[in-house]
């Protein structure tokens, strides 16, 4: 508990990674408009916003998945500390980015392979084969992902063979397991029932100990638990961002408190 | 304020709404009540009064309850929680003001029985502060329901004057206990019934705190008065 009145300014946290300025474009459709906010270090930031306003495309810019398809325009900066490496720079290599940042998606999504070879993915897609570093990562990544007892002992089992919640947190462990800088979820507990997903938000909470969050979500109830920033968007444009607390008890703009109050705009 | 995608939740809260009118109502009426009945020695008034405070104690539980049960199905945020938030707290102050009147009318009936030093009931700086806190009530009433935090933070900056009342009906009494020791007992009573009053002020300054906190969001309890000009001045 923060006893004293105002929060810590947020320009006076540790950045790990800003967006500037930043507009996207589906072909002729302009999907983001001018946005510029922080992600502060080791915090979690939710996205928050009616269905279609951009959270997904916002999210997805980080690890230039948008790459993938001819006509997707970027504008502006998404610069990541303290490098200040420019994520979007064409000179940069998206294989490169997606190591730093790791993705989560909404539906889990393991690779038809075994548990093992799922979490340790990324190591070989980087060239390593020493068996003994491969099973220390699995079993890290594992452990951090609050999967390891459950699955230690058939770890070349099929990962189909696993319930949904523990197929999620193979996938946390997989975006683990390539010890990246930026987790990015993106609605990571839809698909989940209650207790699975409080077991995923403690571990988000845990995770944040260590590397940088930004977590898409459309459970208000989740943003305000896990966030310790909000970010509100509105077709395409960036409405509000500030401290979680202040979001969901005295926001500055009327459309993000119709919003999070459930009122028609 | 637009309305909620969800119909039930409006009417809820409405309801929440309406039930704290109701009730600020109930406690003005005895408040009022128990002041007339200490100003005219009323004894069957007074019985009334004392009486009547369960009314007020079921209506602060009632609401309480339904703020609770909205906090769990609906998860209120933004300005729908701190209305749930503020109203929590200010049935509490306005179970407490139904309190004082109660002390008030209970003293009042001691004072009665006692049937010396009747003379001072009729002092006037008493009457002023009744009547003083009585307006108080009454606008912060007022100012709730329609959210006028100008109204609220005037009633804040009033609640001093109150206090200064309050002494000066202290000294007062000092001098009459020390001319005749035979009013002591009676002076003592009253003293009481002005501390009570006195209570009564405060618990509307905190109820007008809760109508800024709904309005602007923000806590302006221990400001003090150039802090909360800050506030007001805010935005
Ligand atoms: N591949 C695409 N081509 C063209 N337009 C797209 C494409 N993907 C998304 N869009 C459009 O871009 C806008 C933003 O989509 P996005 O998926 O980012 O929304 P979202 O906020 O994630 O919504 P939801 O909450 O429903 O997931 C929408 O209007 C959508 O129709
Ligand atoms: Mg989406």
Redesign the pocket.
Known sequence: MNPSHSPIPISALPVKAEVRDFNFH??A?H?LKDITMPLCERKVTALI??????????LRSFNRMHDL?AGNRYGGEIILHPDQTNLLDPRVDPIEVRMRLSMVFQKPNPFPKSIYENVIYGQRVRGVTKRSLLDDKAEEALRAAALWNEVKHRLHDMAFALSGGQQQRLCIARALATDPEILLF??PTSALDPIVTASIEELITELKEKVTILI?T?NMQQAARVSDFTAY?YL?ELIEFGYTDEIFIKPRDKRTEDYITGRFG | MSEHLSKQFDSELDSIRAHVTRMGGLVEEQLLGALNAFGESNQELSKLIVERDKGVDEMEMAIDTACANIVVRRQPTAIDLRMVMAVSKAVTDLERIGDEAKKIAKTTRKIIERGSGGCLTQILQVRHMGEQTATMLREVLDAFVRLDFAAAASIVRRDKEVDQHFRAVVRQLITYMMEDPRTISTALDVIFIAKSIERVGDHCKNIAEDVIYIAKGRDVRHLGLKGLAREMGAE
């Not at chain 1, 916003?49 to 916002?58: A, D, H, I, V």
């Open positions: 589906y072909g459709f999907a916003g009616p269905s279609g306003c951009g959270k997904s495309t916002l398809y993106d609605e898409v459309h968007m395409g």
